[in-house]
């Protein structure tokens, strides 16, 4: 059950994105909710003495952190925050995991069957297809310094998800996220403090926002994609984010009245093929060979 609840924990990232942006600068936002993470995760390994870190591992878990959580979502967020609607945003970060695919085949060889193949090619049609009724649907929003953070934050994800699956395999897993979140964290302050003077009203809203976003996002999610990233190949875990756009359309269809055509829920089981082709355990494909 971890792919499935990853992916509908993740999918709320970018509406939580959407709201937490009213009353706050996004990358302010970012920083506060990092601090709060990683403060969390460390009270909570050192309650239940889980294993510390060593000296490398701080090094690879900040490195990561910078990537996979200040470049990813820092991109997001000023995507949004400059108009971009957040389903489109969730979309075009489900391109990650074809820049990922390959890229872990360059230098991590990591192989993919003829299977996965597929399974990356189908999602990346089923995310299209959702782009292509996104943007037909859209009114405007869609700027140049949106679509550059976007293409930054993808990057960003693509790259730490390589570096945490190279690097991080023996990072403890609670004080190794919280050295990502407190690096990350250090990192979006700096930006914040440059570019928005650390501007945030703590409304009922951001509260709310906050809440959701460090417990369900960057508690549980993230931690359950650190125990993937450790099981399974980097080009695996990255197909789960092409559910990701589809998902974050439907509940934008729910909660701000997004309309939700026949071409987005035919891109949803596209890519749910695809995913399902992709993560197909090593057991299962032998036994058809």
Known sequence: MAPSIFVAFWSTGFIVARYGTRDAGP????????????????????????PMMSRS???????????MHAVYLGGVFIAIDNGLPSGLSALIAGLHPVVTSVAARMFLKEGLRRSQWVGVFLGLVGVCAVVIERFEDSKGGVTKIAIIAMVISVSGLSV?????????????????????YLSS??????AAGYSERWDIRFTSQTIFSLAWATIVLSLAAVLIMMVLLARHS??????????????????????????????????????????WLTMRNQSSAQLAR
């Open 27 to 50: 990358l302010t936002f970012l920083a506060v909710r990092m601090f709060i993470a990683s403060a969390l995760l460390w009270v909570i390994a050192t309650i239940i003495h889980a």
């Open 57 to 67: 591992s701080w090094s690879t878990a900040s490195i990561v952190g910078v990537f």
């Open 234 to 275: 980097a080009a695996r875990v990255s197909s789960l984010f092409f559910l990701t756009p589809a998902l974050s359309t439907i509940e934008g269809a729910i909660l701000f009245g997004e309309r939700l055509g026949m071409l987005a829920v035919a891109g949803l089981v596209v890519a749910l093929v695809g995913v």
């Open 185 to 190: 964290g250090l990192v979006l302050a700096v």
């Open 160 to 180: 730490g998800t390589l570096l945490q699956r190279a690097l991080g395999r023996e990072m403890p897993l609670l004080r190794g996220t919280a050295t990502q």
